[in-house]
């Protein structure tokens, strides 16, 4: 049974450039939440998606995008790169409407030159 | 969503026990008590969740009184593994995805 997988593991981009990263839930989960972690800080959650829609979000500009496909994946997009927009970053899957806990994956870590 | 204050950094030697406490004053009548631990470049892993007074599992205890302003996450006997960073978080039902994480402990476990 497959956990959180998310891809790709590393990215270098330069700014201006736009990102897409992909995350695969865990077997059985139905929601995805997307999270940023800076170097030395907590992860900050950027939005979640569940039945396709974005559920919640954290304070994150527009230029940060997700979708959520029909096998319960999802995708995290990043327009118009930054410098800061520089981090590791989480996707955690989870059940809709449970207390269950968040699933993490490994992260796909962003460099922006 | 409630708002958690714990140590910055904790030291302990190995074969210790160490127990890190999470305040949390604004907790809601709804909301959960989970911990988190964190190794460098990987994402967070569940260590335990509890609602009120104790809960144990195979690798922590978690202690949460009446008031549930706090809790403590003991961690039996660490070894050099359990260096990691930490985090306190409270909040549940249907805002589960979106979890504020707050700078974490760090435990540094010595020989």
């Known amino acids: 049974d497959a956990g959180v997988t998310q891809s790709p593991t590393h990215l270098i981009k330069t700014r201006g450039q736009q990102v897409t990263l992909r995350c695969s839930p865990k077997?059985?989960?139905?929601?995805v939440s997307w999270y940023q972690q800076a170097l030395g800080q907590g992860p900050q959650f950027i939005f979640q998606y569940y039945e396709e829609e974005e559920r919640q979000r954290g304070n994150f500009p527009d230029r940060f995008s997700g979708h959520q496909f029909p096998n319960y994946s999802s995708e995290l997009n990043v327009n118009a790169l930054l410098l800061g927009d520089s981090a590791l970053y989480l996707c955690?899957?989870?059940?809709?409407?449970?207390?269950?806990?968040?699933?993490f994956g490994s992260g796909t870590q962003l460099s922006v030159l | 969503l409630a708002k958690t204050t714990q140590p910055i950094s904790m030291d302990s030697y190995e074969g210790q026990e160490v127990n890190i406490t999470c305040s949390h004053n604004n907790i809601a009548t709804n909301d959960y008590i989970t911990w988190y631990q964190q190794f460098p470049s990987q994402g967070p892993r569940f260590i335990i969740q509890g609602y009120k007074t104790k809960v144990t599992n195979e690798v922590a205890s978690l202690f949460i009184p009446a008031d549930r302003k706090s809790s403590t996450l003991s961690l039996p006997r660490v070894s050099l593994s359990d260096t990691a960073v930490y985090y306190c978080?409270?909040?549940?039902?249907?805002?589960?995805?979106?979890?504020?994480f707050g700078q974490g402990t760090t435990l540094q476990v010595k020989p």
């Open positions: 955690a899957s989870s059940l809709w409407w449970t207390n269950e806990k968040l699933f």
């Open positions: 978080l409270v909040g549940m039902g249907s805002n589960t995805g979106k979890l504020i």
């Open positions: 077997s059985g989960h139905d929601t």
